[in-house]
């Protein structure tokens, strides 16, 4: 066999990197009537010509009240976030696709300049003599531009921005809960909530009655004791996101009233002694809807201070409160400023996504 099939093999050139498709990463969520994913993928693919361009970019659109609204996060570009709002939600898809082009490949913006200068220019006359060359565009290391300093589009479809939303939130909330920690038997009772939040950390003022629970006393026959609790709670808590859940770690204390009846007794009596025990809790919400959100939490007590209740005639006979335990709480909270926006993993906590 001669050699030249052989060099014929050789010589012919492996498949080049360059043609492989730009690596775009794209998460876009949408109502069911925007374009889908592949769609904005599609569409930011083709305004690209540089073969390396490379960009992650997180995307959603949500509905307000006149249209649309767009907030696209650009990854590992420092604030990197924008905001649109149109009437039709084709057009953010393509304002979206144009932003993550540029990020990808920022050259885009100055050859789509150029070529819009071109293509708005008249017809020179004819010159009697030549004119000298245009100088030649510049290069992609002096192009590169910021994707967020790109040329907004204007549209008729697009409204004002957004003011920016507020750093400070609060939450208002009501509770049931259950558990074994302060009365004798099962702790039973509705408890209600305010606080205010600035960004990860907020402040918790909380009130909260335990139903009365009837117990016998040790040591008398047929003589009962009714007890029940008014408690006030202080805590400090922090708020993390993942997926559509906040996760709020909390530590506090708890103050409260605790009062006893023994009304069967052969002389009815009544006392109240203070309640006192550190608290740890974690919350979970999840959005209900725009400002309404689920709230369910699991806490632990500690009783710093147990008090307990004894006839006047009979010190040995008496009722103590517990030492403490586990308690689950559910209910409802109304959110407020920051906390009320829609959320996704990794967001600010101060960031609006109304």
């Given amino acids: 066999m001669g050699w030249g099939p052989a060099l014929t093999l050789l010589l012919v050139p492996e498949p080049s990197a360059a043609t492989s498709s730009p690596r775009i990463e794209l998460h876009w969520r949408a109502p069911s009537e925007c374009p889908d994913e592949a769609s904005v993928r599609a569409r930011t693919e083709a305004l690209l010509m540089e073969p390396q361009a490379h960009a992650v970019a997180d995307a959603e659109v949500v509905r307000t009240g006149d249209g649309f609204a767009l907030t696209l996060a650009l990854v590992g570009h420092a604030e990197a976030t924008q905001q649109h709002h149109a009437r039709d939600c084709d057009a953010l ?8 082009a540029v990020a990808a490949d920022p050259t885009l913006a100055v050859r789509s300049a150029a070529a819009d200068e071109a293509a708005a220019a008249p017809e020179p006359a004819p010159a009697p003599a030549p004119t000298p060359p245009d100088p030649p565009p510049p290069s992609a290391s002096e192009s590169i531009v910021d994707p967020l300093a790109v040329v907004a589009i204007v549209t008729d479809d697009v409204g004002p921005r957004p ?12 509770h049931g809960v259950v558990g074994r920690a302060e009365l004798p038997g099962v702790d039973v009772g509705v408890g209600i909530v305010a606080a205010i939040a600035w960004r990860r950390l907020r402040a918790e003022l909380g009130g909260r009655y335990l139903a009365v629970r009837r117990r016998p006393i040790t040591g008398v026959a047929g003589v009962h004791a009714s007890v029940a609790s008014w408690n006030t709670t202080v805590a400090g808590c922090a708020d993390f996101v993942a997926a559509r859940v906040r996760i709020g770690p909390c530590l506090g204390l ?72 586990v308690r689950a709480t559910l209910g409802f909270v109304v959110a407020l400023g920051h906390l009320r926006r829609n959320w996704r993993p990794g967001d600010p906590i101060g960031r609006s996504r109304r």
């Fill in 93 to 100: 898809a393509d304002v979206a696709a144009l932003v993550v």
């Fill in 163 to 174: 003011p920016p939303a507020p750093a400070v939130g609060g939450l208002l909330g009501l």
């Fill in 254 to 325: 708890e103050l409260g009233v605790v009062s006893a009846i023994a009304d069967d007794a052969p002389v009815p009596q009544r006392s109240r002694a203070l309640w006192l025990a550190g608290i740890g809790r974690l919350a979970l919400r999840w959005p209900a809807d725009e400002r309404v959100q689920i709230d369910a939490g699991l806490e632990g007590v500690v009783a710093l201070r147990r008090p307990s209740f004894a006839l006047r005639d009979r010190p040995a006979a008496a009722v103590v409160t517990g030492p403490g335990g």
